[in-house]
């Protein structure tokens, strides 16, 4: 069998891998735009704050490494310009000569991810504008701070790049805006969440320009919708991504209402020898079932995964997305697992919340934690719908836990009677978990 993949960041090249081991004797070719392979995108604002303080680090393994040990033919530099479908083919150009050529396939498996939108401004002009969704635009933002040595910036947009990117800046001494359309920041979130991300933001430096945008430009000055006019050296756009969707639609391929590719439970789409997997790529809700598109590292890897065994024979299919994310902020922890308030009311399912508000681990420990824990559930059934929380420890493991409550079908109610680890360093006798469970009674 001969497995052509079309993108080699996180889905392609992981889905080259799973590939390598489950058909052990395939041919495989990987094309990649991008000169570095299998890159950790979700770690490029840590490499622009210094957290992470050699840039190689989030880079995945050398393409000839990974080509040698992997018996994989690796071609980065290459863009896919077209799929012929009825032939199996498709056309390849070489971005370093411009050449062009014709590979085959058996098997075609896409993973084409996106790209940052760039917003419309109004006289930009010579105002340096940055977007950062792959390797090469970090680089251009580390160097561009390195050599200019820029006092202030802006950042567009509040969601999970938009505030990481904010407190990295913060960390690089730059006095920081951050403008953002919605009245509060991570507004995927419940108020309550996202007012005390934006509450941490502002006691670290950061101003917020809520509800507001920029009219227009003059020089390095921004003149505001709403709000007061001020000066920048540079500014960052993280308003969201556009999906490489492309390349399928002009080979006929089904796009689904959210704008992903639309594929079965094996990542197949309409074609059965082409399937397509990460950020490009429609999926569904664990709920309702209806379509989702979640661009997240978790769902490329398990995709990539269920291609793998599905060429290889042996079928498994994909859940629905929960959408389980979390994000640093300064001192704080936020993150979600399934629906949050809003999504519930805007499908019209009645739902209770209960909430817990204290301690992570013993008070008596000298390093205790504080955590807001919300957890959603159906008024009928008991059924949990969604979670969210936020704190200085213990996050994660919490909304984990419920991500993992959830997926086995327990109640609020069954909450309570999780036996979870205790000693007070990590938690108390009745961990916040259980305490949801008591709460929901």
Known sequence: MKIVIVGAVAGGATVAAQARRALPDSEIILFGRDPVLGYGTCGMPYV?????????????????????????????????????????????????????????????ILSPGGRARIPELKGLGDLPLFTLKNFGQMEEVIAYITREKPQTCAVIGGGFIGIEVAENLIHQNLKTILINRDERVMSAMDPEISEALGNEMKDNGVEIYFNDAIARIEGRKLFMERGPNFEVDFLVACIGIDLNTELAVEAGLSIGPTGGIVVNDYMQTDDSAIYAIGDAVESKDWFTGKPKNVKLAWHAHRQSAIVASHLAGNPIGMNGLLGTTITKLFSLTAAMTGHSAKSLTDEGIAFDTAIYEGRTNAGYYPDHGQIYLRVHFDRATRRILGAQAIGDKGVDKRIDVIATAIMGKLTVDDLAALELCYSPPYSSPKDPVNMIGYKAK
């Open 48 to 108: 622009i704050g210094g957290l992470i303080d050699d840039k190689t680090k989030i880079a995945g393994p050398s393409p000839s490494k990974f080509a040698q040990q992997r018996n994989i033919d690796v071609r980065l530099e290459h863009e896919v310009l077209a799929i012929d479908r009825t032939n199996r083919t498709v056309k390849v150009q070489n971005l370093i000569t411009g050449e062009h050529a014709v590979e085959t396939y058996d098997k075609l």
